[in-house]
């Protein structure tokens, strides 16, 4: 188990490298001057030199690479343009705002997606699987800041129930947090179902009914604990899906969170700002997946002893 | 499962077998209603793309201030917008739109995967070692955020999006692509191939490349239903397509200030993308379903 951890560790090493790399290229996209663009007409001198430096533009690459790896590694994100701060401040007060958020989003998917898939694959082609099935088609297909809108309108302005947009009370959180997990509710649905559903035909389930065990702990006991995995798996890749998704949302109901601030800083050129997120989320992703990794370990051994 | 194994066997008697597999999977096709319903949608969506000059009732730029934000019905079926302008023949053009990013992106990401997967795949060794690294990194990045900071780098713009959406496809193909090679490779059929004497660039392209190609349509058809989505999503967040050009995600946002008073500037193209989606997602689900059903899981 344990050379387990170390190795999956390790092979982290490399993707959170390259991942730095990446988003340390998409300045090198931007055409024309970035620093120019980046700080507009009225920019002093000395700021153009400072982010000239920062960036590092007219060095070689690998130089430039073993520098930004050298200021990540410090906590040093660079500062924003617009705000004239720290990114790492910028990208701290937005992010707890995104990670709640994105955890009640996920719980929401893991509780209701669950539920539904196992009551869709314990009774088969019944009215509640049919409705589940095609519930979680239309759930797949919507887009995420449309269903966003049309909440608003329904819950929010001809029902004055929720508020509209902003954070602070359990009440704001309620429309973006279905907004952002309907997706996901759909896509855990389906994965549990086909998985449940492959699981009750194994020959164990059967021995299991044969020798009399009562037929809710065959699905909570031998179903469900070995249809984990595939699921296990699909809530980690949902979490990407979720912070992309976040984005959006967060901009449909003014979130404070990291989706909106990248979005702010975007339509301000601040791509330093915006360098800073797109590495966070991609870290936090990376992050989530390998613990989703050590999870399967921990739930099948035969994993680990795999390494 | 039995055209499953009929699609390994090629060579002499390859022609009529490769009829009976579409045949057969035509069948399967057929049988399936959902499958039929997405056909059905997006056979509408390319009339509408194809025929829109003809199909809309109005110019889709022409404004009436005085009917700005008309209800639907009427002289304007499904409303105006802010500016007065057609929501129907917006839809109509916006399906042009759509269908295009689409195509053309899932046009980058599967030249990306066909050419650099079926390197990998064949390859195999530290150029394969190479590519998938790649793949992983690129992997990490969550759900739309590398279609955005690609697309926030380069400008806005409906080419500019295209690129995004491609690049965002690509690593997910390219891995697909190598893995299906990588089994294909190593089949039966393969091997006979090379021990007849059959170079290497003609066993993957005639032997290889062909048995990857139920899972390349069927990652198409699935893509193309997320490439609607992100376009519609970059266009709303106004990374997209940019005014006038009438994007369904663009169109949805242009609402946004007008929830109370005209929900329908928002709420009806958002009923188009969710249309177009479900319509590529029923038809990738029935591809997949008729043409292999051991797809299932992967894709």
Not at chain 1, 184 to 191: G, N, T
């Amino acid at each position: 188990m344990l050379t387990f951890v170390a190795r999956r560790l390790l092979l982290a090493v490399p993707v959170l490298l390259g991942v730095v790399f990446v988003v340390m290229l998409t300045v090198d996209l931007i055409p024309g001057d970035a620093v120019a663009l980046m700080l507009g007409e009225h920019a002093t001198p000395e700021a153009v030199a400072r982010l000239r430096d920062y960036l590092g533009l007219d060095k070689p690459l690998l130089v430039r690479y073993a520098a930004y790896v050298g200021h990540v590694a410090h906590g040093d994100l660079g500062r924003s343009i617009q705000q004239n701060r720290p990114v790492v401040d910028e990208l701290g007060d937005a992010w707890p705002a995104t990670l709640e958020l994105t955890v009640a989003a996920l719980c929401l998917a893991a509780l209701v997606g669950v539920a539904a898939g196992v009551v869709s694959a314990v009774w088969p082609n019944s009215v509640f699987d049919a409705v589940a099935r095609v519930g979680s088609l239309f759930g797949l297909s919507m887009p995420v800041f449309w269903t966003g809108l049309v909440l608003i309108v329904c819950f929010a302005l001809w029902l004055p129930w929720l508020p509209v947009g902003g954070a602070g009370s359990l009440g704001h959180l309620v429309l973006p947090a279905i907004t952002l997990a309907l997706p996901s509710v759909a896509m855990v649905a389906r994965m549990t179902r086909s998985s449940v559903l492959e699981v009750l035909r194994e020959d164990y389930v059967r021995t299991a009914r044969a020798k009399g065990v009562a037929e809710r702990l065959v699905v909570s006991k031998h179903a469900l604990r070995n249809a984990a995995i595939p699921i296990l798996t699909l809530l980690g890749l949902q979490a990407g899906q979720l912070m992309g998704g976040a984005v959006l949302t967060e901009t449909v109901f003014a979130w404070p969170g990291l989706g909106r601030l990248m979005v702010k800083a975007i339509f301000a050129r601040d791509y330093v700002l915006l360098q800073g997120a797109v590495l966070v989320f991609a870290l936090a992703f990376v992050l989530i997946n390998l613990v989703v990794d050590l999870a399967y370990g921990a739930l099948d051994p035969r994993v680990a002893r795999q390494g | 499962m039995a055209a499953g194994a009929a699609a390994t066997f090629t060579g002499p008697a390859g022609a009529p077998v490769r009829a009976t597999l579409s045949a057969d999977a035509w069948q399967r096709f057929r049988k399936s209603r959902l499958a039929m319903a997405g056909l059905v949608v997006v056979g509408l969506l390319v009339i509408a793309a194809a025929g829109a000059p003809w199909l809309a009732p109005a110019d889709p730029a022409k404004q009436s201030l005085i009917e700005k934000r008309a209800r639907p019905g009427g002289k304007f079926l499904l409303g105006a917008d802010e500016f007065g302008r057609d929501i129907l023949s917006r839809l109509i053009y916006g399906s042009r739109v759509a269908l295009l990013v689409g195509g053309l992106s899932v046009a980058i990401a599967l030249a990306v995967a066909l050419t650099l997967g079926s390197v990998a795949g064949f390859v195999g060794g530290w150029v394969d070692a190479l590519i998938m690294r790649a793949v992983e990194i690129l992997l990490a990045f969550p759900y739309l955020l590398l279609a955005i900071a690609v697309v926030s780098a380069l400008g806005p713009g409906v080419l500019n999006t295209t690129i995004a959406v491609g690049i965002w496809g690509a690593p997910t193909a390219t891995r697909l692509v190598r893995s299906a090679v990588l089994t294909a490779r190593d089949s039966e059929y393969a091997r006979a191939a090379r021990a007849l004497g059959a170079t290497g660039a003609r066993v993957l392209v005639r032997h290889v490349l062909r048995n990857v190609l139920p899972s390349v349509i069927v990652y198409s058809t699935l893509f193309m239903a997320n490439a609607i989505l992100v376009e519609a999503a970059l266009s709303f967040l106004g990374l997209g397509a940019q005014p006038p050009t009438p994007s369904w995600g663009l169109m949805v946002s242009s609402g946004r200030d007008f929830l109370l008073v005209a929900p329908h500037i928002t709420t009806v193209p958002g009923l188009a993308i969710m249309l177009a989606v479900l319509g590529f997602n029923l038809l990738g689900d029935g591809l997949r379903d008729a043409l292999d059903p051991r797809l299932r899981g992967q894709l």
